[in-house]
Every structure is written in C-alpha cells, then in structure tokens.
C-alpha cells in the first residue's frame, strides 16, 4: 500500500483514448494522488505510474465499486473518463475539506457541460429545485466515511449511485459542500448512457429508495423525516426507505451483481 497517496480518483472507464487527458488535467495538483479505473478495454499504451487499470466486464456500477476497493488515498473521489477538471481542483477541494474539520463533509466541483456550467440547475436532487438537497459533481470524501456508508448498492446498474452515496451522507447528519473555484467539466456527456440506462432503470431506482408519496399526517412533526416536499414529485425523505444492498466479494470481478441490463 502506498501511504503517501492522498487522493484516489476511482469509477468505470472505457474511453481509454480519452484516459491521458483526464491525467494531465489533474498536472497542476501539488497534492499527490492515483487514479483506479476498471472496465473491459485495456489501453494500449503504458499508464503512468499512479495510474491504475483493472479489466473487468461486469456493469458500471459494479466497476466503480471495484476501483473504490482499490483504493489507498486518505480522500478517494469518484470520476470518468470522458472530463477534465480545471486548475488545482484536488489541492482546492482537499483544502476545504480540511478546513471543515469534519469527517461527514463531502466536496463537490462545479458540474459544466458542453462548455456552460450548470451547477445552478443540475446540483441538486431535483433538477433545478434548490430547496433539495445539493449533489456532488465528482465528490470527494474521506475513504473512511466511504467504508462506514456501505459503498455502492449493488441495485445500481450504471449510475446515478452516487446520489445515493450523497443522501446516505445527509441521513447521518453529513453535508454536501461546493468548492465554488472549482469545476469538472464533462467533454463528451453520458447522454446515451442516461437515455439507455439512467432514466429507465437508475433513477426510479433512487426516487424509490428516497420518495415518500405521502406526506404525515396534519400537525404532526415532519421536520425529522423531510428534506423537502413537492406538490408533483413527492416527499424526499431524511431516511433511506430500503438499507443498502452491499456488493459481495464473490465473483465481483466477473459477475455482475444485481440487476445487470447488457453487461455480464
């Protein structure tokens, strides 16, 4: 294990022509770091020496929860392979997390797309809804805080995991934080694999896990198990309405866990 690593930027990846601009984008980081990402293309070209790749054809959800195993950093924060951050944004975000002081803190980047930032809109549980609670654009988070949340549930086929990492972190009185310098931007978006996947399948999946469809009853106390509440999509609960579902060590690397649509 190498103790000197602080940052380990874990997920899926495929694109491995796009992997060595993720890499010399995160250059300017005087903080030091790796980078673990498991998927079923190797790259053909030799990674640097903190760069780590796993071959595994197993679902995306259970890659990502396979490189997050893999990590050794003191903070470890999801990626992909298909973004860029801008200029110091571990040295940034590491540095705000430790100025918090608190392991129930998680960071998050400014989310851009296309070139424009949508943070305003999209950094939340609903889509421009503020008064929802607010969701990480990568996520950086103590590996300690990640072993106590449970990691990924193996329910989860692609995405939209990470929203739930996030809301398990506010069920225990945690918080997201937005480390405003700093952003992520997404060169070539997931759009397909949200239509094909996210949409129909991961995202019921949170909503299901999170949404009450009935508000309590009249005068009775709702502020200890509300977020928020919405006319049309329901009542976000402060308690997950399903426990995690852990993904086992048995076969991880080749058998997807849990509902797998076109993986193995």
């Known amino acids: 294990m190498n103790n000197n690593v602080v940052i380990s930027l874990f997920g899926a990846g495929i694109y491995t022509e796009k992997w060595m601009r993720l890499y010399e984008s995160l250059a300017s980081n005087e903080v030091s770091f790796e980078i673990i990402l498991v998927g ?9 020496e903190n760069f780590h790749f796993i071959y595994s054809e197993v679902k995306p959800a259970q890659c990502a929860e396979i490189a997050s195993r893999y990590t050794v950093g003191e903070f470890i924060m999801n990626t992909t392979d298909d973004i860029v951050f801008s200029e110091h944004a571990l040295d940034k975000m590491v540095e705000m997390h430790r100025n918090y ?4 803190i998680m960071i998050s980047c400014r989310y851009v797309l296309d070139g424009k930032d949508l943070t305003d809109e999209a950094a939340y549980f609903w889509w421009g809804i503020p008064q929802s609670p607010r969701m990480p654009a990568g996520g950086l988070i103590q590996k300690s805080m990640w072993t106590q949340l449970g990691g990924i549930d193996q329910r989860f086929t692609a995405l939209c995991w990470d929203l739930d990492i996030a809301m398990r972190l506010y069920e225990i009185g945690g918080a997201v934080g937005l480390c405003k310098d700093v952003w992520v931007e997404e060169v070539e978006s997931k759009r397909r694999l949200y239509a094909d996947v ?13 949404i009450r469809h009935t508000a309590p009853p009249k005068g009775m106390d709702s502020s200890p198990w509300i977020h928020h509440k919405h006319e ?11 426990p995690v579902v852990p993904f086992d060590d048995r076969y991880i690397l080749t058998r997807s866990q849990g ?6």
């Open 101 to 104: 002081d608190c392991e129930k």
């Open 40 to 48: 079923h293309r190797a790259p053909e070209f030799v990674l640097p």
């Open 259 to 264: 509902p797998k649509g076109r993986w193995r």
């Open 198 to 210: 996210g949409a129909p399948v991961d995202r019921p999946l949170l909503d299901w896990l999170w």
């Open 232 to 242: 049309e999509k329901g009542v976000l609960s402060r308690t997950r309405l399903s």
